[in-house]
């Protein structure tokens, strides 16, 4: 299940977690980033031990905008990081977001 991002302070409890967690920023207009969302929540609704929260661009876009400052990647959307530690281990933007990258991304990370 992905969660809606409510705040730096949620983002951060992510980064922090033991274990590696998924951010996604999504466009609520882009077709795009609607397949992205899918693929995100397909590889979800079959690891669904993992963590994993969303910002929607237009409904939060300083949240948005503070997600890639934090992380220290130029905005795009959609963006998917997998993070672990405080940090980015790896991230994909717009058709590179699927549930194979994605397994096959956790599955080297451990």
């Given at each position: 299940?992905?969660?809606?991002?409510?705040g730096q302070e949620h983002v951060e409890?992510?980064?922090?977690?033991?274990?590696?967690?998924?951010?996604?920023?999504?466009?609520?207009?882009?077709?795009?980033?609607?397949?992205?969302?899918?693929?995100?929540?397909?590889?979800?609704?079959?690891?669904?031990?993992?963590?994993?929260?969303?910002?929607?661009?237009?409904?939060?876009?300083?949240?948005?905008?503070?997600?890639?400052?934090?992380?220290?990647?130029?905005?795009?959307?959609?963006?998917?990081?997998?993070?672990?530690?405080?940090?980015?281990?790896?991230?994909?933007?717009?058709?590179?977001?699927?549930?194979?990258?994605?397994?096959?991304?956790?599955?080297?990370?451990?």
């Amino acid at each position: 299940m992905i969660e809606t991002l409510n705040g730096q302070e949620h983002v951060e409890q992510l980064l922090a977690g033991p274990a590696p967690a998924w951010i996604l920023k999504h466009s609520s207009i882009c077709p795009t980033s609607g397949a992205a969302l899918s693929e995100v929540e397909s590889y979800l609704a079959a690891h669904p031990g993992e963590a994993a929260g969303m910002v929607v661009v237009q409904t939060d876009r300083p949240l948005s905008n503070w997600i890639a400052t934090r992380l220290g990647r130029v905005h795009q959307s959609p963006q998917l990081f997998l993070v672990r530690a405080g940090t980015v281990a790896w991230s994909a933007s717009h058709w590179s977001i699927t549930a194979a990258a994605m397994a096959a991304e956790r599955a080297r990370l451990g």
